[in-house]
């Protein structure tokens, strides 16, 4: 059974940095993804980005440029480099895995426990 543990995650100001780390245990499989998605207090679970062996990674418009997700097989840790943040990335993070693309909720079987990010203006 896979399980995702997450860390990383804090308060800082507009225009800092924050790296976002998930290591994950059990089974592996070459036809899954990882990525992360977040959720803002009252809002839906939205896509950030996702990586696999096979698939490039991608993003969604209001990251791209800005936040870099990357994978260590060795570690078997997944991170997410979050630049030049702002107050609207505010929510909690979440690390996920399933059957590659990955690009919504229902593509997920296994999440993370969660992160909290605080961008302040």
């Known amino acids: 059974q896979v399980h995702l543990a997450e860390s990383g995650g804090g308060s800082v100001q507009a225009g800092e940095s924050l790296r976002l780390s998930c290591v994950?245990?059990?089974?592996?499989?070459?036809?899954y993804c990882m990525g992360w998605f977040r959720q803002a207090?009252?809002?839906?679970?939205?896509?950030?980005?996702?990586?696999?062996?096979y698939t490039q990674p991608s993003y969604a418009d209001p990251v791209k440029g800005r936040f870099?997700?990357?994978l260590d097989y060795a570690?078997?840790?997944l991170y997410l480099q979050?630049?030049?943040l702002k107050p609207e990335d505010?929510?909690?993070?979440?690390?996920a895995t399933g059957i590659c693309p990955i690009l919504g909720v229902p593509d997920i079987v296994a999440w993370g426990q969660g992160?909290?990010?605080t961008v302040s203006s």
């Open 24 to 31: 994950h245990s059990g089974p592996t499989d070459g036809r």
């Open 41 to 53: 207090p009252g809002k839906e679970r939205d896509w950030v980005a996702q990586i696999g062996q």
């Open 68 to 70: 870099t997700i990357s």
């Open 75 to 77: 570690e078997s840790t």
């Open 82 to 84: 979050m630049n030049s």
């Open 90 to 95: 505010t929510a909690i993070y979440y690390c």
């Open 115 to 117: 992160a909290q990010v």
